[in-house]
């Protein structure tokens, strides 16, 4: 695997640990200071995100260099059909500083990376990131995780708790990204299961939302992806997968005759640990496959 090339120079990146270090209060300024998006959701109404709480290189198992990270994270930034990124609050410090967030979106993972492993731990009034800090961050909104097994969801994860931390989000004017996620009881990958394993998870838990300021759903292309998009009127973004596989897959994906309630995606390791080319160009598949949607009188 050859080098890469930093975009993130050596200058930006000592900023940004000289400012952890001696003026974490700029950080803080530099938040409030933030352009923000003028609407809530594209013109389009088709949003795709970036997630970027990567901690391990999915091609090889080793740990990811933080300032190769946010390389990756600009380049893909580069592409301007991505509308913003999904990342943990230090991140999005790091990104804001690095001018890469304005006029974009910024979603806090309220419970960590729902994309690295089943999450049970939620934001708000159920533990993790403390709504008032993203609050006071002014990010954009917050992404919570909905993990179900073989039972029924797990105590910290019941819908009643996720409603909760969806309606104190909503009460900040904040949206939410709720990433719903099933563990299968004979260990088959998320991507070998169907839409039936995910049928009650998703009635459950949207039954017991309210959509306050909005409400997003994540859930995998699985099969039979069609009756479960069109069992909700929640909008639906479809996340990638934990390894990545080639941005033409996506294309092909967004090209087929989805149901209305798709309304995007949150690119991840597909994006930014491509197999082969360049993360600009692995994005730029990816997200204006998803921009062309609207050409699509379902997608309208």
Same mark, same amino acid.
């Given at each position: 695997?050859?080098?890469?090339?930093?975009?993130?120079?050596?200058?930006? *990146?000592?900023?940004?640990?000289?400012?952890?270090?001696?003026?974490?209060?700029?950080?803080? +300024?530099?938040?409030?200071?933030?352009?923000?998006?003028? @609407?809530?959701?594209?013109? +389009?109404? @088709?949003?795709?995100?970036?997630?970027?709480?990567?901690?391990? +290189?999915?091609?090889?198992?080793t740990p990811v260099d933080r300032r190769e990270l946010l390389d990756r994270i600009i380049e893909a930034l580069s592409i301007p059909e991505v509308d913003g990124v999904v990342a943990s609050a230090d991140l999005l410090e790091e990104l804001t500083l690095l001018n890469m967030l304005e006029h974009? $979106?910024? $979603?806090?993972?309220?419970?960590? +990376?729902?994309?690295?492993?089943?999450?049970?731990? &939620?934001?708000?009034?159920?533990?993790?990131?403390?709504?008032?800090t993203i609050a006071a961050s002014r990010f954009d909104g917050a992404l919570l995780s909905q993990r179900w097994g073989a039972t029924g969801p797990p105590q910290a994860s019941q819908p009643w708790c996720v409603a909760a931390d969806v309606a104190e989000f909503a009460a900040h004017a904040l949206p939410t990204i709720l990433d719903l996620c099933i563990t299968d009881p004979d260990g088959r990958p998320e991507f070998d299961t169907t839409w039936t394993d *995910?049928?009650?998870?998703?009635?459950?838990?949207?039954?017991?939302?309210?959509?306050?300021?909005?409400? *997003?759903?994540?859930?995998?292309?699985?099969?039979?992806?069609?009756?479960?998009?069109?069992?909700t009127s929640f909008p639906v973004l479809m996340r990638d997968t934990d390894v990545p596989i080639r941005p033409e897959a996506w294309e092909s994906f967004f090209q087929t005759?989805?149901?209305?309630?798709?309304?995007?995606?949150?690119?991840?390791?597909?994006?930014?640990? &491509?197999?082969?080319?360049?993360?600009?160009e692995a994005t730029a598949v990816i997200a204006r496959s998803v921009r062309r949607r609207v050409s699509n009188p379902r997608a309208a």
């Open positions: 695997m050859r080098m890469r090339a930093y975009r993130l120079h050596a200058a930006s *990146w000592s900023r940004i640990v000289t400012h952890r270090v001696r003026r974490p209060e700029a950080i803080a +300024d530099r938040l409030l200071s933030r352009r923000r998006p003028d @609407q809530s959701v594209p013109n +389009d109404g @088709q949003m795709v995100l970036l997630t970027c709480n990567h901690q391990v +290189d999915p091609r090889t198992g974009r $979106f910024a $979603f806090c993972s309220a419970s960590g +990376d729902p994309h690295v492993g089943a999450i049970s731990g &939620l934001g708000g009034s159920c533990g993790g990131v403390a709504t008032s *995910w049928i009650e998870p998703l009635h459950a838990t949207t039954s017991a939302l309210a959509t306050g300021v909005g409400v *997003w759903i994540t859930v995998p292309a699985i099969s039979g992806l069609a009756h479960l998009a069109e069992a005759d989805l149901p209305l309630t798709i309304r995007g995606m949150i690119p991840g390791v597909s994006a930014l640990f &491509l197999l082969e080319g360049t993360v600009a």
